[in-house]
C-alpha cells in the first residue's frame, strides 16, 4: 500500500437547507487543489475522484457521519448520518448522499450544527486524495469555496471564531492549543492565583497566627488550659480583641507545691511540647484550676 497520511478538514459555508427540508446530498470535496487553513493541501482531480469512488464501492459498509469527530477521537461516538453513496459531479467536485438521523435533522433544522467536515487519505507522492473515511457536524469550518449545507442570516461560528483569533492577536490558521494558552494568559496573568486558593491560603495562615496567639497568653500565664478551645476560636474570630483581653488578663497564682521532680503524664508530655509549655507552666495552671 502506497503511503499516505489521513487528513480532516471542515467546510468553509454552512449545510444549505431548503425551506425546512435537511439535504440529502452535501458536497464533500471541491474539485482541484484543495487549501484547508493551518493544513496541508492536497489534489482532488479525475484520477483522485476515481479511486475514491472505488474505495468506497468496494465496501459494503456504509461510512459514518459523527459530531465534531468522536470517532477519530476513540469517544462514545453517537451517528449523526451515513453516507450511502458517493456522486461525481465534476467542477462541483464530490459529493455524498446521506442519510441522517432524526436528531442531527433537528441540529441542522434549528442551525445548531451548520458546517461538515469530511476525512480523507491523501497519498503523499503526489498530495491527491484517494480515500474518503467518513465525516462529522461541527462548528468550526477551516477551508474555502464549498457549498453550504445549512445557511443562516445570523453571525456564524467562523465570523466569531474569526474575531476571536484578531483579538487574542493569533493568525487565522492558530492551532487549537495556542488558542488555549492565548486565552489562559489573559484570565491567568503570571502571579495570578485562583481565589479559591487564595481564600483557603487565608485560612491557613490565619491559624498559624491564631495557634501563636494563643501560644503566648499561655506561656505568659494570661490563660488557662481549660481556656484553650475558648481562647482558640476568640483569637480567631478577632485577633485584636483576644489580644487587648490578654493585656488585661492577671497571671494565675500557683496555688500547690510541686516536688521539684515533678513531671507530667507521658501522653500530657506530648501535648504540652505541641503547645510549647514547660512542665512548670502546666502544673502551676493544672493546680490552680
Known amino acids: 500500500m502506497e503511503p499516505s497520511e489521513k487528513l480532516s478538514f471542515t467546510l468553509e459555508?454552512?449545510?444549505?437547507?431548503?425551506?425546512?427540508?435537511?439535504?440529502?446530498?452535501?458536497?464533500?470535496?471541491?474539485?482541484?487543489e484543495v487549501r484547508p487553513k493551518g493544513k496541508?493541501?492536497?489534489?482532488?482531480?479525475?484520477?483522485?475522484?476515481?479511486?475514491?469512488?472505488a474505495a468506497f464501492n468496494k465496501s459494503d459498509t456504509d461510512l459514518v457521519i459523527d459530531y465534531e469527530h468522536q470517532s477519530l477521537s476513540g469517544s462514545e461516538a453517537p451517528a449523526a448520518g451515513w453516507i450511502k453513496g458517493l456522486i461525481d459531479k465534476g467542477a462541483e467536485g464530490l459529493w455524498a448522499k446521506v442519510q441522517w438521523t432524526d436528531r442531527a435533522k433537528e441540529y441542522l433544522r434549528k442551525r445548531e450544527y451548520r458546517y461538515i467536515s469530511p476525512v480523507v487519505l491523501v497519498r503523499k507522492k503526489d498530495g491527491r486524495a484517494v480515500e474518503l473515511l467518513g465525516a462529522a457536524l461541527t462548528n468550526l469550518p477551516a477551508i474555502d469555496g464549498m457549498a453550504p449545507v445549512v445557511n443562516s442570516t445570523q453571525k456564524d461560528y467562523r465570523s466569531l471564531y474569526m474575531e476571536a483569533l484578531k483579538f487574542l492577536g493569533l493568525p487565522e490558521d492558530a492551532e487549537a492549543e495556542a488558542v488555549r494558552l492565548r486565552a489562559e494568559a489573559l484570565v491567568r496573568p503570571s502571579g495570578f492565583v485562583p481565589e479559591a486558593e487564595h481564600l483557603a491560603l487565608r485560612e491557613t495562615l490565619r491559624k498559624y497566627e491564631t495557634e501563636e496567639l494563643v501560644r503566648q497568653a499561655l506561656s505568659k500565664g494570661r490563660i488557662t488550659p481549660a481556656l484553650l478551645p475558648w481562647a482558640r476560636s476568640y483569637a480567631f474570630a478577632d485577633p485584636e480583641g483576644f489580644l487587648e483581653f490578654c493585656g488585661k488578663a492577671s497571671p494565675a497564682a500557683l496555688e500547690s507545691r510541686l516536688p521539684a521532680d515533678a513531671h507530667p503524664a507521658p501522653a500530657q508530655a506530648r501535648i504540652n511540647g505541641l503547645l510549647g509549655l514547660d512542665d512548670k507552666t502546666f502544673f502551676r495552671y493544672a493546680s490552680h484550676n
Not at 13 to 32: F, I, R, S, T
Not at 43 to 51: A, I, K, N, S, V
Open 13 to 32: 459555508k454552512g449545510l444549505e437547507l431548503n425551506g425546512n427540508d435537511v439535504p440529502e446530498e452535501v458536497q464533500l470535496l471541491p474539485a482541484g
Open 40 to 53: 496541508m493541501q492536497f489534489l482532488m482531480d479525475e484520477e483522485g475522484m476515481q479511486l475514491m469512488l
